[in-house]
């Protein structure tokens, strides 16, 4: 029997994110956000989708995948990173409506959710006060 080769994920990787106090927020940095980290995602999934569909060549046994990048904020949001959670729980819940949407199409769509990385330009966020050593070992799901 030959084996069929599944085909690579299409990952829906961009993503931004900015540290700032919730009652600073403009409704600037909230629509750069969602441009890039939710309308990004629905870009490259729509447009993956379609040309998966269009070469009809998926099924249960060989899927289409789609990938996107969520973040631990989607399930626990953190503070100063409130318009990024809010960005990352749309992410989930994009992700699970593409994921029953496709199915039937034989693609399957899921989202990994990365903890906080100690960042360059996390560290040096003007909010942020953890020493950088501390970032990588900080509790941040309690």
């Known amino acids: 029997m030959k084996q ?6 299409r ?3 961009a993503g931004i994110a900015q540290v700032k106090a919730l009652l600073d927020l403009t409704p600037s940095d909230f629509e ?21 569909i269009k070469q009809n060549n998926c099924s249960q046994a060989n899927p289409g995948k789609l990938l996107a990048a969520a973040s631990i ?14 960005s990352k729980y749309a992410v989930r819940g994009l992700t699970s409506s593409y994921a029953m949407e496709l199915a039937s199409e034989g693609i399957t769509v899921n989202a990994y959710a990365p903890g906080i ?5 996390l ?4 909010l942020c006060t953890e020493p950088p ?5 900080k509790d941040w799901y309690h």
Not at 4 to 9: E, G, H, I, M, R
Not at 34 to 49: E, L, P, Y
Not at 73 to 86: C, D, E, G, N, T
């Open 133 to 137: 050593e501390n970032l990588a070992s």
């Open 4 to 9: 069929q080769l599944t085909s690579p994920p």
């Open 11 to 13: 990952v829906a990787n």
């Open 73 to 86: 904020v989607a399930f626990k949001p953190f503070p100063l990173l409130s318009h990024y959670s809010a």
């Open 32 to 52: 750069r956000m969602f441009r890039i980290n939710v309308f990004g995602v629905h870009n490259c999934h729509s447009t993956a989708a379609k040309q998966l």
């Open 117 to 121: 990385v100690g960042t360059v330009s």
């Open 123 to 126: 560290i040096s966020a003007p």
